[in-house]
């Protein structure tokens, strides 16, 4: 069965406490849940990770590739504006990544508008809330089903 890892950054584990005005009252635990859903209606297996740490997102990008996952849905979060280190991974790993933010980041603050992983990944969705994290995840099975 296709496989699919999805990467969570730093402070996603406060999804529901943390700026609710901004990333919305779903927690990362319910979108999880969503996602298994809408895993088992497309056929494919998730494995889940979130960190607060730079390298050990390093490590779950090429962690995901070595156990032979097809593509990668990921929410950086603030390093997505800042790692080059997981720029690198990604680019490293080849395999097709779909950056996903739940709030705007191009209409929030300047720093929040460049994103150093975009250029490496297929594509990015941003803005639609917690929804994201799904569309994030039907495109991704549409790519990789699309190559196969
Ligand atoms: C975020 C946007 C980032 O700028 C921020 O640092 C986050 C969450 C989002 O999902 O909207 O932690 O990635």
């Not at 730093?10 to 009252?25: A, C, D, F, S, T």
Request: hydrophobic content about 45%; some cysteine.
């Amino acid at each position: 069965m296709v496989k699919i890892a999805v990467i969570n950054g730093p402070n996603l584990q406060l999804l529901g406490r943390r700026k609710v005005e901004v990333y919305g009252h779903v927690t990362l635990d319910t979108i999880e849940a969503r996602l298994r859903e809408v895993a088992a209606e497309c056929d494919v297996e998730l494995t889940f990770f979130q960190s607060n740490h730079e390298g050990s997102i390093v490590d779950a990008v090429a962690d995901a590739a070595a156990e032979g996952c097809a593509g990668i849905v990921m929410n950086p979060a603030a390093y997505t504006h800042t790692s080059i280190a997981i720029r690198d991974a990604i680019e490293g790993v080849r395999l097709p990544v779909i950056e996903i933010h739940l709030s705007n980041i191009h209409a929030r603050e300047e720093f929040r508008h460049k994103s150093m992983t975009a250029p490496v990944c297929i594509g990015q969705i941003a803005g639609l809330g917690a929804d994201g994290y799904e569309w994030a995840l039907r495109a991704l099975v549409r790519h990789i089903k699309s190559k196969n």
